[in-house]
């Protein structure tokens, strides 16, 4: 009886375990709410299109969470690349885009999210992917969702719509790099290695249209805040070594920090 009950148990656990992102069904009429951003993904040759359910941008541009029934869909294309494999661009120097490749949908509803552990839960956020075809693709990751959002309660665990707040500078933003300055353009750290004596600052500035952020590896704890675009974080290093570092929104950016 009672390795009948632990099966039952486990099977039970696994149902649970699934059953978030089956709560999220494909949102058919994505495409009739708001286009609020649009990313050229250069680290890997993507465009991408960020759809919201109205009510959401409305609160964003107050500075207000997500209302309950927000529904935030981002649409994933190959860019369309030349002979060499460059990404095509269009007039205006952005990515053209090629063939579907996904969509990945966020949603939020009064309720959801108990299921999880708290170093998981993303308040009440649910996460779905569906494929070309907007049927679910069931080898999707839907933990790595969860554990890349986590780290940005303070913004309702969505990073794309703080822009809509004002929070961010417009135009074009000058790559300015230094002996302690790093930018970030076309989603790569110039330079990706940078020496400096200790006890100095080392201050990013993201001149990308994508939010990213610089988290250090092996660190807990630190990390900067999310930057929009126009927008700069700083860190002091105190001890000398070798610092190796990510984009905690991008994880295949990487960057070095040599401590002298």
């Not at 009440?124 to 679910?136: I, L, R, T």
């Not at 303070?154 to 707040?165: R, W």
Request: proline content about 5%; overall charge positive; glycine content about 10%.
């Amino acid at each position: 009886m009672k390795r009948i009950g632990l099966t039952a148990a486990l099977a039970l656990a696994a149902a649970t375990a699934h059953a978030g992102g089956d709560k999220v069904a494909f949102p058919a009429n994505y495409d009739k709410g708001v286009l609020y951003a649009t990313v050229d993904r250069h680290d890997i040759k993507q465009f991408r299109e960020l759809w919201s359910t109205p009510a959401a941008v409305e609160a964003a541009k107050a500075g207000k969470p997500a209302p309950s029934g927000t529904v935030l869909t981002l649409v994933q294309y190959k860019a369309k690349v030349d002979g060499k494999g460059a990404p095509v661009k269009d007039a205006k120097g952005r990515f053209q885009k090629g063939d579907l490749v996904a969509y990945t949908v966020m949603e939020k509803r009064a309720g959801w999210g108990t299921e999880y552990a708290a170093d998981l839960r993303n308040g009440e956020w649910e996460y779905q992917v569906f494929g070309p075809n907007k049927a679910v693709n069931d080898k999707a990751n839907l933990k790595s969702c969860f554990q890349c959002h986590k780290p940005h309660a303070g913004q309702d665990y969505v990073i794309s719509l703080a822009s809509l707040g004002g929070k961010a500078a417009g135009g074009a933003v000058a790559a300015q790099a230094g002996p302690d300055r790093v930018a970030i353009a076309s989603f790569l750290f110039g330079p990706e290695k940078l020496s400096v004596r200790n006890n100095q600052y080392v201050t990013w500035t993201n001149t990308d249209d994508s939010p990213h952020q610089v988290t250090i590896a092996g660190e807990a704890g630190t990390r900067t805040a999310v930057m929009l675009k126009g927008q700069s974080q700083t860190l002091k290093f105190t001890a000398p070594g070798t610092y190796d570092y990510i984009c905690g929104l991008h994880p295949g950016m990487k960057g070095k920090v040599e401590v002298q």
